[in-house]
């Protein structure tokens, strides 16, 4: 139980429970402990799983260091599981190796293991298709039959009872007694049962084969970033919530392209962004001016409007670029 990696789900709330042998350098050692159960996001440890390029050192060592360490470094070295279980009792936290001495198993770890890992993600993400069902030529383009058989092998590996039977596990409140937070025990003690495995790719097929299970549970890719995530809402969803850059999400990030392209490519939405930007300076420039100021406001209010028809089709591109033309004050000639 010691390094066995422990999830439960509440579908009810799209929550689940994680709790995971993790690894921690500090200073010139490494420790072990077990991470603490809280609630999380349905399919966290899956997207986790699935959006890891194991073929990156950086991103191996992260997941590696948080799920499954000492599983990866048994089966690399069959002494480890001997020294794991004679510091077992170092309470409450295990100190196996130095930072030295861990940073070498792990470039171990990740020449041995990075490609067989990736190969069970990128099995895994392929099944991982909102709609469940494979684009034209998709075998043909992943290496053919081959593929096909691993896929095949995969789908079947999601209905082998026997991986259910052995994980399964009801001891809930035993496993997480110590060390969840009362403030979650309402949440938890609604869960009748969890998984329990040492395998990060037993708990992976579990977790997809069990959100599969609820039609509710809508995957999707982000067009941004790349990775998969979870639909909030059964509408449909290019962009994740995930912060990409510059501490602005994918989905805000995706807005502001979205807007851009629609700028570029239509000449009258670029027009009325300009005399929009136009009106404002005018208010910064002269900002005792009641006039600009009541012209900007009215514009906001009623271009918005505009706006809004001509995006929904109720107007043309033509009465929206006359409406623009409107607002503009235009001199007279004096004869």
């Not at 039977?165 to 007694?177: C, E, W």
């Not at 025990?185 to 869960?191: A, D, G, W």
């Not at 959100?211 to 809402?233: D, E, G, M, Q, V």
């Not at 033309?325 to 004869?335: A, D, G, I, L, P």
Request: hydrophobic residues 35%; aromatic residues 16%; contains cysteine.
């Amino acid at each position: 139980m010691l390094f066995d990696i422990f999830i439960a789900f509440n579908m009810e709330e799209r929550i689940e429970f994680c709790s995971s042998p993790c690894v921690e350098i500090l200073n010139d050692k490494c420790f072990f402990y077990t991470r603490r159960a809280i609630p999380q996001d349905i399919g966290t440890y899956y997207l986790e799983f699935i959006n890891t390029d194991f073929r990156n050192k950086v991103e191996f060592r992260n997941f590696v260091l948080k799920y499954c360490f000492i599983q990866l470094l048994s089966m690399a070295d069959k002494d480890i599981d001997k020294i794991a279980e004679e510091k077992e009792n170092g309470f409450p936290h295990r100190n196996f190796f130095t930072a030295k001495e861990t940073e070498k198993y792990l470039d171990v770890l990740f020449k041995k293991f990075s490609k067989i890992i990736d190969e069970d993600r990128g099995l895994l993400a392929d099944m991982t298709f909102p709609v469940r069902s494979y684009p034209p030529n998709f075998f043909e383009k992943h290496g053919g039959k081959p593929y096909k058989n691993k896929m095949d092998s995969a789908r079947k590996m999601l209905r082998d009872e026997d991986i259910y039977r052995d994980a399964l596990t009801l001891d809930f409140d035993l496993h997480f007694n110590m060390d969840i937070s009362m403030k979650y025990r309402e949440l938890y003690e609604s869960i009748p049962y969890g998984f329990r495995s040492r395998d990060y790719g037993n708990i992976a097929y579990i977790s997809l084969n069990y959100l599969f299970s609820y039609p509710s549970i809508t995957f999707a890719k982000c067009a941004n970033c790349n990775k998969w995530f979870i639909a909030k809402t059964s509408h449909y969803t290019k962009y994740c919530d995930d912060i990409y850059e510059n501490g602005k999400t994918c989905k805000e990030i995706g807005a502001e392209k979205t807007f851009s392209k629609n700028l570029k490519e239509n000449p009258v939405l670029k027009k009325h962004r300009q005399r929009y930007m136009s009106l404002a300076s005018a208010v910064c420039n002269y900002p005792d001016n009641i006039i600009n100021k009541e012209r900007f406001e009215n514009f906001k209010i009623e271009g918005a409007k505009k706006k809004a028809d001509f995006l929904a089709g109720k107007i043309s591109a033509k009465a929206f670029d006359n409406w623009i033309e409107s607002t503009k004050v235009r001199k007279s000639n004096n004869m």
